[in-house]
């Protein structure tokens, strides 16, 4: 039988934060167990706790890898106001679909009353950079001419992250939708929404 080669702490710690982050989005808190992170990661629940002091701790480190991967889709900022907003909409719809853990912890009221506190800010700021993006795309985009400017920012701003933030679950009767919305065809629609009417069309 081959010797089972241990493997480097740190990255141990990223399977585990991972592992959690993948059952979030799975089952929310309640399937995040020590056994069920074990089992998902290929070792004891003892092991675990080699590497991270409690539950807790792995939840958090779960949170940690969200902030870093909502922070990932931000476009660069000196790219022009439209492929921002376009860059940014398909990056989050992609990464909602890939890790619908990170979708659930933006979307959950469980989230934000049994995370820690220290955790919460860390979601809240990730959140609160991507308004911050969106919003200066917006008023770019209005200034130049490209986005509308007969509807108030805000509105478009709350337009934008409604819709992208439609493709961070589905629950209930959208979960048992024989149809779910293809999401290339709603952004679309939503760029269509944006665009300034007396100019060419956003995309």
């Known amino acids: 039988m081959p010797k089972r080669v241990r493997k480097p702490a740190t990255e141990r710690r990223g399977e585990i934060a991972a592992a959690a982050l993948r059952l979030l989005g799975r089952g929310g808190l309640a399937a995040v167990t020590s056994a069920e992170v074990a089992a998902e990661v290929g070792v004891s629940p003892a092991a675990l706790f080699r590497h991270y002091a409690t539950l807790a701790a792995i939840v958090d480190a779960a949170v940690d890898l969200a902030v870093a991967s909502l922070d990932g889709t931000l476009p660069p900022a000196d790219a022009p106001a439209a492929d921002r907003l376009e860059a940014l909409a398909r990056a989050r ?30 979601l809240r700021g990730a959140i609160g950079r991507s308004r911050k993006v969106i919003h200066g795309a917006i008023r770019d985009g209005v200034e130049l001419g490209r986005l509308r400017a007969d509807v108030d920012p805000r509105v478009l701003l709350t337009v934008f992250t409604a819709t992208i ?12 939708s024989a149809a779910p919305p293809d999401p290339d065809e709603v952004l679309r629609g939503l760029f269509r929404l944006l665009a300034n009417p007396s100019k060419e069309r956003l995309r």
């Open 93 to 122: 719809v992609g990464l909602f679909a890939r890790e619908p853990g990170v979708a659930w912890l933006l979307r959950s009221e469980q989230a934000y009353a049994a995370l820690s506190e220290p955790a919460v800010r860390r």
């Open 165 to 176: 933030h439609a493709f961070a679950g589905r629950t209930g009767l959208a979960q048992r």
